[in-house]
């Protein structure tokens, strides 16, 4: 079953539609959508390693524009659309102290997010919301999201052929690792 979706996987990622559906799963990631846009980047990259590059700026762009409707949500909608989301992402509780002291680390906020598993969303919400200035936000999006596409894509152009070998004779743990991964970060965020 695995290799099924593994070959289908591959074979989505190098359809002529693949980069609509990374800026469409990059956008919505950024302000409301749970899954990571890497999900679609690591297979378009190891299908098509000739494409790595427009994969990581598409996936960027869609990403940051995201990430601005997650700050608008934040600074327009906050009481009806962003506060849901955050209790629904068992954040809400900690939202006045992480208040208190998110503008003082905006930028180290934005970074991290943008470069790491955590919820992205959760923080262009959070920017909107405590006011942080739109153009800090921007530039500090545009920074860690190519930051982390671009290396992810440029690893992957390299050593491509390699970890897809790797990733073929033993998709049954990688699978697993992948699952306990997403899982235990989830499990992690929840009791941050």
Known sequence: MLRRIYDRTMALADHPYALWWLALVAFVESSVFPIP?????????????????R???????????????GYG????????????????LGK???MDAFNAQFNDYSFLAVLTAGLTPFPYK??????????M????????????RSLRFFIVAGLLRAFGAP?????????????????????G????LRYL
């Open 55 to 69: 994969i990581a700026l598409v996936a960027t762009v869609a990403s940051v524009a995201g990430g601005l409707l």
């Open 163 to 183: 970890i897809k070998t790797f990733i073929e004779e033993r998709l049954g743990l990688v699978f697993t690792a992948f699952i306990v991964l997403l899982v």
């Open 122 to 131: 959760v923080i262009t919400i959070m920017s909107g919301w405590t006011g």
């Open 133 to 144: 200035p739109i153009l800090t936000f921007l530039a500090t999006s545009i920074l860690a």
């Open 73 to 88: 949500i934040g600074a327009l909608f906050y009481d009806t659309m962003g506060r849901p989301m955050l209790e629904a």
């Open 185 to 188: 970060s989830f499990f992690l």
């Open 37 to 53: 846009p890497d999900v679609m980047i690591i297979p378009m990259v190891l299908a098509r390693p000739d494409r790595a590059w």
């Open 92 to 94: 809400a509780d900690s």
